[in-house]
């Protein structure tokens, strides 16, 4: 009886042991990490995405069973510089980082590298150091092209609809590497029907340095968007506007509105985005943007979760491009999710049927 009872503590005991030490991950099996530290960098927390992408990637890797340091920059290259040494300090074993400034990193990289902590760049590319050494993004360069193919789709350029229509262009931050991705795809996609002058720039800006938005502030696109209003649109309408993003769309929206867009003699002008942020999902429910391109950002944050796991096992990550994203320092290997076309149409399949909004956030 008395031996009994202690084999019974022992079991009791060892199984409260094995249960202490393993989180069970979504899968079913048990957890691959024992606790490390690994370090998540995110740019701010005044855009949507951000706040999404942290939220995935810190329940993913703790179930996972790993630490998670995550920490928001606010937009400050510095305070991200800070936010990634003290990562180190306290003995990551990888980083994951979306920049602020693609090109600021190599200093504080270096250090990483000689304390043997692997970088995984998320979403945006690290540029000028060798010390990055996997890409998770989306295929940005289609994100571009979903967007100019939906101009020329709506407008029935294809068909032989000749316009001429009125169109001005919008670039991202222009120290995100992603933002001449975004560009190129549109224009490259656009190109023959702006040669041909089916589509009119009026404003004739469409280099970078003419159109890009520091920090993809809504206030940048608006100020822009009333400028060109302004010079260029008093006696006539403005038919497209290709955004990059949502961000600079929901500036471009207020100033539309501000201008008395959204009346029969003053339609709102096909207008694209990116992200299909919330504020953003309204407005195409409201007619004030056409479309928007959705990056699950759970599939961006499951993928990178994979890499750390991968890496931590002293195994290969998934890779699925290994010639698009050179950083000046080498190409850095990659894998590319899919972004898909979202509008008034699909939005409730693509976000209230996955979970990833609630219909009543939509109101
Ligand atoms: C991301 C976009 C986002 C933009 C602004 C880009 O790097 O790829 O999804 O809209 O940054 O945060």
């Not at 200093?107 to 590298?113: F, I, P």
């Not at 979903?146 to 931050?173: C, H, N, R």
Request: charged share 20%; with cysteine.
């Amino acid at each position: 009886m008395k031996r009994s009872l202690s084999i019974l503590v022992a079991v009791v005991m060892l199984l409260s042991v094995v249960l202490m030490g393993c989180t069970l991950p979504s899968g079913g099996g048990p957890a691959t990490g024992g606790g490390e530290l690994i370090g998540v960098a995110m740019p701010t927390k005044s855009l949507q995405r951000w706040n999404q992408d942290g939220e995935n990637m810190q329940k993913l890797l703790e179930k996972a069973g790993y630490t998670v340091d995550l920490q928001y920059a606010e937009d400050s290259v510095d305070t991200q510089l800070t936010q990634i040494e003290n990562m180190i300090t306290k003995g990551a074993k990888v980083l994951v980082i979306a920049s602020i400034d693609g090109e600021s990193l190599g200093g504080v990289l270096e250090e990483a590298a000689a304390e043997g902590i692997k970088v995984i760049a998320y979403d945006r590319l690290i540029k000028g150091t060798p010390h990055v050494d996997y890409y998770a993004t989306f295929d940005n360069y289609k994100v571009g092209v979903i967007q100019g193919q939906y101009i020329i789709d709506t407008l029935k350029l294809a068909e032989g609809e000749k316009g001429p229509f009125t169109m001005e262009v919008f670039g991202g931050s222009p120290d995100d590497n992603n933002a001449y991705y975004f560009n190129g795809g549109a224009m490259d996609t656009l190109k023959p029907y702006i040669d041909s002058g089916v589509l009119v720039i009026k404003s004739g800006q469409t280099d970078m340095e003419q159109i890009a938005i520091s920090g993809w502030k809504s206030e940048g696109s608006q100020a822009r968007m009333d400028n060109l209003l302004t010079a260029f649109y008093s006696d006539e309408n403005i038919d497209v506007v290709l955004s990059p993003n949502d961000s600079l769309a929901q500036g471009i929206v207020a100033s539309l509105k501000a201008a008395g867009y959204g009346t029969a003699s003053k339609p709102y002008p096909i207008l694209t985005g990116q992200d299909c942020d919330i504020t953003n999902v309204k407005h195409m429910i409201a007619g004030e943007q056409s479309m928007s391109v959705f990056k699950d950002t759970r599939t961006l944050a499951e993928k990178v979760v994979g890499m750390v796991e991968a890496i931590m096992k002293g195994t290969e990550p998934e890779i699925n491009d290994t010639e698009t994203y050179d950083n000046g320092k080498k190409v850095v290997p990659s894998y590319l999710c899919d972004p898909v076309f979202a509008d008034v149409n699909n939005y409730k399949e693509l976000l209230i049927d996955t979970g990833y909004y609630e219909e009543a956030q939509l109101k």
